[in-house]
């Protein structure tokens, strides 16, 4: 089994108020030098078999067409090393 994560963020001109919301809240909370902060989704899939071009094509179609608004959003998709569980 391997995890595909898929990474979904507000395009760089599109406004994110929630990113502003959060790093005009960091200086009172105690955390300085932060110049910017965006908002974003992440999607973890698990995947039955190997994560070969096929799959990761068709899990690139599926982020295109379901996960990512492609007018405002960007998106990544990159496989991710599942760590076994501790014995």
């Known amino acids: 089994m391997a995890r ?3 990474d979904v963020m507000l395009k760089p001109e599109i406004l994110d108020p929630q ?8 200086p009172r909370l105690g955390f300085e030098g932060i110049s910017d902060v965006r908002q974003g989704k992440r999607f973890e899939l698990e995947v039955d078999g190997p994560v070969d071009e096929a799959a990761l094509a068709r899990i690139h179609d599926l982020a295109e067409s379901f996960l990512a608004n492609t007018v405002i959003e960007d998106f990544t998709v990159r496989i991710e090393e599942v ?5």
């Open 4 to 6: 595909v994560v898929v």
């Open 19 to 26: 990113g502003q919301a959060v790093q005009r809240a960091l």
């Open 83 to 87: 760590a076994e569980a501790a014995k």
